[in-house]
């Protein structure tokens, strides 16, 4: 999974730019896509934290996606906590199920890995699904978005809309900051070569399982945002096929591009809320896009894009 | 009547059988994919998709060419096998010699396709298959629904057939060899390309195979297939996909492992295998039968 780097100046402009798009977004654009797709985008760029820069391909993201929401849930909703705390369990829950997790996943490499990955998702499941606080089939409903820190008062979408894009910069700066960090030039090491990072001296497994954990929580934190938003956590958010959109979200995008996943969510969850009449087709246009991309285009859009510009300027 | 562990021997015998025939489809798919993973490199995502197209292809023959079950046992997994050549063919052969991951997401594209368009033209609710064999055998201890019985049977011989062709026979060697060294055995003049490609299509018409057998039992719905092969992937990462006995033992074993559970814990029943596979990573990471690497 090489990837072409890149400058770091354009990538600042471009996301300053992004951000002050964003910002004027909920003045033009409805509000409530707008916030799905933030949510979206933090799960895929938390995911691909894991698999673009560590080359571990997780199957089974939605554990942490779909935890990280009926914690966040169940404490608005039956313990009635602030929405700022109710996050922060949300996010620590799915970091805890990423420790145990990670560490049962990274003792198997490469496709091993993707099964695992999966497997343990579907145990979680089945454990959430008997659980009786994720209340089965109807899930958590009516989930009062409640008054952030006392003073803003979220069921005004407006007020909410800031915290989502807050929470969404806030996690996209923690991913750049850690793949532009010594931790993250190690994982792209571990990524392209792990025996030789073996025999450099570098720990990888706690390389490997730091990436997960920080990734598992940071698609808590998604899931538990997304809570805010639809005031409902239900297993569609922890079914394996969540783990599947996310996959295919940053793979559209592009693997181990800092924006390509945030322009995946934002195809993936347009496509899904215009197409919605088509019912089943949904799920055959989801396997189109995979094979698509997977035969013509593997960089992803973002990444095909900056390789034609890297080509560009030396010929 | 006397009992056993409390549980009455009709009942659990019962569970046993239950277990050994879903033991059996594990077998059979786990196999599957291990044969193709061996040649292509490749983790057959729509494998499950395929068991799915088995079981509706035999469906379809029965409902609108009036052919019978056992008509359908040999023709779906040809029709399906076929159809698994075109894929290799147009699709898989073109991943050859990158990351094995992007094998992976091509397959896992192509079964959320399969399944879409088999729930937009025929729904979740599940579509019968009348049992070509009903009745029962009693054996003294217990009464064995002969179909179940059956169904057990043929994939075993089928599973042992397999190992068989691929352990023992020349065609079996050529198959070994270049797994292991595919330029070498490409230039003995053997056609490698076209061997990968039988090979797919052969794993492919086990998991057809496998849906044929289980459409009686089951009722025939495009859901079958996905539900199924998170399970089998379970089972893979159990069994390791080094040995082809090594998947057929630890399908079967697994199956029975399941429907013991179900007497005994039946709230764990859909955990169990999953539970297994949390305890083999911590023991044997590289699976019961994987050589440690």
């Given at each position: 999974?090489?990837?072409?780097?890149t400058a770091?100046?354009?990538?600042?402009w471009?996301?300053l730019?992004?951000l002050?798009?964003l910002?004027?977004?909920?003045?033009?654009?409805?509000?409530i896509?707008?916030?799905?797709?933030?949510?979206?985008?933090?799960?895929?760029?938390?995911?691909?934290?894991?698999?673009?820069?560590?080359?571990?391909l997780s199957?089974?993201?939605?554990m942490?996606?779909?935890?990280?929401?009926?914690?966040?849930a169940?404490?608005?909703?039956?313990?009635?906590?602030?929405?700022?705390?109710?996050?922060?369990?949300?996010t620590?829950?799915?970091g805890?199920?990423?420790?145990?997790?990670?560490?049962?996943?990274?003792?198997?490499?490469?496709?091993?890995?993707?099964m695992?990955?999966?497997?343990?998702?579907?145990?979680?499941?089945?454990?959430?699904?008997?659980?009786p606080?994720?209340?089965?089939?109807?899930?958590?409903?009516?989930?009062p978005?409640?008054?952030?820190?006392?003073?803003?008062?979220?069921?005004?979408?407006?007020?909410?809309?800031?915290?989502v894009?807050?929470?969404?910069?806030?996690?996209?700066?923690?991913?750049?900051?850690?793949?532009?960090?010594?931790?993250?030039?190690?994982?792209?090491?571990?990524?392209?070569?792990?025996?030789?990072?073996?025999?450099?001296?570098?720990?990888?497994?706690?390389?490997?399982?730091?990436?997960?954990?920080?990734?598992?929580?940071?698609?808590?934190?998604?899931?538990?945002?997304k809570?805010?938003?639809?005031?409902?956590?239900?297993?569609?958010?922890?079914?394996?096929?969540?783990?599947?959109?996310?996959?295919?979200?940053?793979?559209?995008?592009?693997?181990?591009?800092?924006?390509?996943?945030?322009?995946g969510?934002a195809?993936?969850?347009?496509?899904?809320?215009?197409?919605?009449?088509?019912?089943?087709?949904?799920?055959?246009?989801?396997?189109?896009?995979?094979v698509?991309?997977?035969l013509?285009?593997?960089?992803?859009?973002?990444?095909?894009?900056?390789?034609?510009?890297?080509?560009?300027?030396?010929? | 009547?006397?009992?056993?562990?409390?549980?009455?021997?009709?009942?659990?015998?019962?569970?046993?059988?239950?277990?050994?025939?879903?033991?059996?489809?594990?077998?059979?798919?786990?196999?599957?994919l291990?044969?193709?993973?061996?040649?292509?490199?490749?983790?057959?995502?729509?494998?499950?998709?395929?068991?799915?197209?088995?079981?509706?292809?035999?469906w379809m023959?029965?409902?609108?060419?009036?052919?019978?079950?056992?008509?359908?046992?040999?023709?779906?997994?040809?029709?399906?096998?076929?159809?698994?050549?075109?894929?290799?063919?147009?699709?898989?052969?073109?991943?050859?010699?990158?990351?094995?991951?992007?094998?992976?997401?091509?397959?896992?594209?192509?079964?959320?396709?399969?399944?879409?368009?088999?729930?937009?033209?025929?729904?979740?609710?599940?579509?019968?298959?009348?049992k070509?064999?009903?009745?029962?055998?009693?054996?003294?201890?217990?009464?064995?629904?002969?179909?179940?019985?059956?169904?057990?049977?043929?994939?075993l011989?089928?599973?042992?057939?397999?190992?068989?062709?691929?352990?023992?026979?020349?065609?079996?060697s050529?198959?070994?060899?270049?797994?292991?060294?595919?330029d070498?055995?490409?230039?003995?003049?053997?056609?490698?390309?076209?061997?990968?490609?039988?090979t797919?299509?052969?794993?492919?018409?086990?998991?057809?195979?496998?849906?044929?057998?289980?459409?009686p039992?089951?009722?025939?719905?495009?859901?079958?297939?996905?539900?199924?092969?998170?399970?089998?992937?379970?089972?893979?990462?159990?069994?390791?996909?080094?040995?082809?006995?090594?998947?057929?033992?630890?399908g079967?074993?697994?199956g029975?492992?399941?429907?013991?559970?179900?007497?005994?814990?039946p709230?764990?029943?859909?955990?169990?295998?999953?539970?297994?596979?949390?305890?083999?990573?911590?023991?044997?990471?590289?699976?019961?039968?994987?050589?440690?690497?």
């Amino acid at each position: 999974m090489k990837q072409p780097s890149t400058a770091k100046s354009p990538e600042i402009w471009i996301g300053l730019v992004l951000l002050a798009l964003l910002a004027a977004a909920p003045f033009v654009v409805y509000p409530i896509f707008v916030m799905e797709v933030l949510c979206f985008a933090l799960f895929a760029s938390a995911f691909n934290l894991l698999i673009g820069y560590g080359g571990l391909l997780s199957f089974g993201h939605a554990m942490f996606f779909g935890l990280g929401a009926y914690v966040s849930a169940h404490s608005l909703k039956v313990l009635a906590w602030p929405p700022e705390l109710a996050i922060l369990a949300g996010t620590l829950a799915a970091g805890g199920l990423a420790v145990i997790t990670g560490a049962l996943a990274i003792r198997r490499q490469g496709i091993y890995f993707a099964m695992v990955t999966l497997a343990l998702s579907q145990l979680v499941f089945f454990l959430c699904w008997q659980a009786p606080f994720t209340h089965g089939e109807d899930g958590i409903q009516g989930v009062p978005r409640g008054t952030l820190f006392g003073i803003f008062d979220l069921n005004k979408d407006i007020n909410l809309y800031y915290l989502v894009l807050a929470i969404f910069t806030g996690g996209l700066l923690l991913i750049y900051r850690t793949i532009h960090s010594p931790f993250g030039q190690v994982l792209k090491a571990i990524r392209e070569n792990e025996q030789r990072v073996i025999s450099l001296g570098y720990n990888v497994d706690r390389y490997k399982l730091t990436a997960f954990i920080l990734s598992g929580a940071l698609a808590g934190l998604a899931g538990a945002t997304k809570v805010l938003v639809f005031k409902l956590a239900s297993q569609s958010d922890i079914i394996w096929q969540m783990s599947g959109e996310v996959v295919l979200m940053t793979l559209l995008g592009g693997l181990g591009t800092v924006l390509g996943p945030s322009l995946g969510a934002a195809i993936i969850v347009g496509m899904q809320d215009n197409l919605k009449s088509l019912g089943d087709w949904v799920l055959v246009a989801q396997g189109v896009i995979f094979v698509i991309t997977v035969l013509l285009f593997r960089r992803g859009i973002v990444g095909e894009i900056m390789a034609l510009m890297n080509r560009k300027p030396a010929k | 009547m006397f009992e056993l562990l409390g549980v009455a021997p009709q009942a659990l015998f019962a569970q046993l059988v239950v277990g050994l025939s879903n033991g059996a489809f594990y077998a059979l798919l786990s196999l599957g994919l291990a044969v193709i993973f061996g040649m292509l490199n490749v983790i057959n995502f729509a494998h499950g998709a395929q068991y799915m197209m088995g079981a509706f292809v035999a469906w379809m023959l029965l409902n609108y060419l009036g052919i019978p079950f056992w008509g359908a046992l040999v023709l779906a997994p040809l029709i399906v096998g076929v159809f698994g050549l075109l894929i290799e063919k147009l699709m898989l052969s073109r991943l050859h010699g990158i990351d094995h991951l992007y094998g992976l997401l091509l397959t896992f594209g192509l079964a959320l396709i399969i399944e879409g368009v088999f729930r937009h033209y025929y729904g979740v609710s599940g579509l019968p298959y009348p049992k070509p064999i009903e009745g029962f055998v009693n054996l003294g201890f217990m009464n064995l629904p002969i179909y179940r019985g059956f169904a057990i049977l043929f994939s075993l011989v089928i599973c042992l057939a397999t190992w068989y062709g691929i352990e023992r026979t020349k065609l079996g060697s050529y198959l070994r060899a270049a797994t292991e060294r595919p330029d070498l055995v490409q230039a003995m003049g053997i056609n490698v390309p076209r061997m990968i490609s039988l090979t797919y299509a052969f794993g492919v018409g086990l998991a057809a195979l496998a849906g044929v057998l289980a459409a009686p039992i089951y009722s025939v719905n495009p859901k079958m297939g996905s539900e199924l092969i998170i399970v089998v992937f379970a089972v893979v990462v159990i069994g390791g996909m080094g040995s082809i006995m090594g998947s057929i033992l630890t399908g079967f074993g697994l199956g029975l492992i399941e429907g013991l559970t179900k007497v005994f814990y039946p709230q764990a029943s859909n955990v169990v295998v999953y539970v297994i596979m949390v305890i083999v990573l911590l023991v044997r990471p590289q699976g019961l039968f994987g050589a440690p690497k």
